[in-house]
């Protein structure tokens, strides 16, 4: 509806916006460089962020970004990841089907792993998502993974993906033996105000935008609403692209961002 009133191309402020269309700011450069270096040295990382700040995001560039010709990225994100699921989805996704007892299937992977490594040439990336939400059981399983021929050799990369709490749990005492097999470590912050705007912008010119739409004033309001998350910028701002059209307005104003905030997201 909105995108015919402002002559859009395409759909601002979606989910699936390709990764080379994506905003890039400095951090985020910063993460896929480190991200990347996990990667090709096969190596363990624990990236965390708050919600709506991109982590999937990260990991669809990352996943893109590696040549398939040498890597082979496997993603799982599970809510209940058990280390019997764990295994079958990773085999699963090598091609093979799982042995039906949790220690075969455990042997299997390491078999195949090897078998890409050696005989493909290839790294194994796996990558888990909400790793916030692993169990203990879990968490201790990755340890037994990482621990491979007498801890002598990590045959891939292992990436773990996850809201703050993770950051809280690898802290106590009875993670310390993962915690100190961690790598890299890295943090997403929010965007700051400059971000903000320039985010806003790479969305409109994604779309076709062909003048400004939001106001100065505007995207101080935008800012203040969403602290600077994605998921929240996103959402206030498509919002008021609909009101607007609606409203047959060209330009969003201040008063307009408040309006819609007040009325359609904070309830």
């Not at 409203?247 to 007040?262: A, Y």
């Amino acid at each position: 509806m909105y995108e015919a009133f402002f002559g859009f191309s395409k759909t601002p402020f979606t989910r699936d916006i390709p990764v080379e269309a994506l905003y890039a700011s400095e951090s985020y450069q910063e993460l896929l460089g480190r991200l990347e270096y996990v990667s090709r040295n096969r190596q363990f990382a624990v990236i965390t962020g708050d919600v709506g700040t991109g982590k999937s995001t990260s990991i669809r560039k990352l996943s893109s970004m590696l040549d398939p010709n040498r890597y082979k990225v496997i993603y799982i994100s599970d809510s209940a990841l058990t280390p019997r699921n764990f295994y079958w989805e990773a085999l699963h996704q090598l091609g093979c089907e799982p042995r039906f007892y949790r220690g075969d299937a455990k042997r299997q992977l390491q078999k195949e792993l090897m078998t890409l490594i050696e005989t493909y040439k290839k790294i194994p990336v796996i990558i888990n998502d909400e790793a916030h939400l692993l169990s203990r059981e879990m968490l201790e399983e990755i340890r037994f993974l990482l621990n491979f021929k007498m801890d002598s050799y990590n045959p891939l990369g292992l990436i773990l993906v996850g809201q703050s709490e993770i950051k809280e749990i690898l802290k106590l005492q009875i993670y310390e033996a993962i915690s100190q097999r961690v790598n890299v470590r890295y943090h997403i912050p929010p965007f700051d105000r400059t971000q903000t705007v320039e985010y806003v912008g790479k969305h409109l010119e994604y779309a076709g935008a062909a003048n400004e739409i939001y106001t100065d004033a505007a995207y101080e309001v935008i800012y203040e609403y969403s602290g600077g998350v994605a998921r929240k910028i996103n959402n206030v701002c498509t919002v008021c692209l609909m009101h607007a059209a609606t409203s047959k307005k060209k330009i969003i104003d201040d008063h307009m961002v408040k309006m819609v905030i007040e009325n359609e997201l904070e309830w």
